[in-house]
């Protein structure tokens, strides 16, 4: 017998003699890998739904699709005629068209089913002190034509926060999920090793190496963390499709068309979740091994 059928066979014995740890410790990994996918996957979201508001770019004011040309030119005088207006950009429905085909690339069907004209055209300004923000809302809401006035700064500032916040809770409970599947996955190589402590004393009185007896043990940690990893691989890729699915329910129209996930990002995620679980499955078990091999 080969030494890879000969450490295939005795992972597949280990992994069946401690069935339900093993379940417990895929599980374990899952979840902890699911929310710590997750919450990267949310911050890459508020990532892109807040680029638009960077460089000094604090607030939106959006025409009415109904607006003259007439109202947008007058938009435009005004907005250039105003001091405390340091810069600003206009949107026109093609502009704004471009912009919605970038946010929904991963969703074609969405674009197919949205012209041009149904996005309304709108004026990015950035004010010269942050201070003017609110006072040149209330004063570019009352203009003619004008739908409506989105500011960033108070938005995307509780959005930061409740983002942060969130963040820190997802984090702090993944990792107490990873130290456990770790802690689980670590008992269940220290009691593998334990049934077969006098099989594993037999083979090093006739002179197998310390890793000729690891290696069955450390694969069967790897298997734990890949399949627990695994699932949760696809667990963030579900996550991924709801949020853009509920993404296409939303008004364009509003500051938040922006928050949006794409496919390498979901997949860029995933892979890291591969290689963390993966990587807790070879550490327990290396954790586990210490106690009945020499170092």
């Known amino acids: 017998m080969s030494r890879f059928a000969y450490f295939f066979r005795e992972t597949l014995i280990s992994l069946r003699r401690n069935l339900l740890m093993t379940l417990a410790g895929i599980m374990t990994v899952a979840i902890s890998l699911f929310l710590f996918g997750g919450i990267v996957l949310l911050n890459r979201m508020v990532d892109h739904g807040t680029a638009k508001w960077k460089n000094g770019v604090q607030l939106e004011v959006f025409m009415r699709n109904t607006a003259t040309q007439g109202q947008i030119d007058d938009m435009r005088q005004t907005l250039a005629n105003t ?10 429905h093609n502009a704004a068209y471009t912009e919605f085909k970038r946010i929904f690339r991963d969703n074609p069907a969405l674009v197919r089913n949205i012209a041009p004209g149904d ?3 709108s004026y990015r300004v950035a004010p010269r ?14 203009r003619s034509g004008v739908d409506t006035v989105i500011t960033a700064e108070r938005e995307v500032r509780n959005m930061l926060t409740a983002t942060r916040v969130i963040r820190y809770v997802f984090f702090t409970m993944a990792g107490v999920l990873l130290a456990s599947s ?20 037999v083979m090093k009185l006739v002179g197998a190496s310390n890793w ?10 790897l298997v734990q963390g890949a399949i627990g990893a695994g699932i949760s691989f696809g667990l963030v890729i579900v996550l991924k499709n709801v949020l853009t699915s509920l993404q296409t329910h939303k ?4 500051l938040f068309n922006g928050f949006y996930v794409t496919n390498g990002d979901a997949l860029t ?9 993966a990587g807790i499955g070879v550490l327990g078990s290396t954790i586990g091994l210490r106690r009945f091999l020499d170092t």
């Open 129 to 142: 002190r942050a201070q003017d923000t609110e006072n040149l809302a209330v004063q570019f809401h009352a």
């Open 182 to 201: 770790l802690f689980l996955i670590v008992n269940t190589i220290r009691l593998a090793t334990f049934a077969r402590r006098r099989e594993i004393e």
């Open 212 to 221: 000729f007896v690891r290696v069955p043990f450390m694969a069967e940690g």
């Open 269 to 277: 995620i995933g892979f890291m979740v591969l290689l963390i679980g």
């Open 83 to 92: 001091p405390t207006v340091k810069s600003f950009r206009f949107l026109d």
């Open 119 to 121: 996005l309304p055209t």
């Open 251 to 254: 008004s364009v129209q509003g």
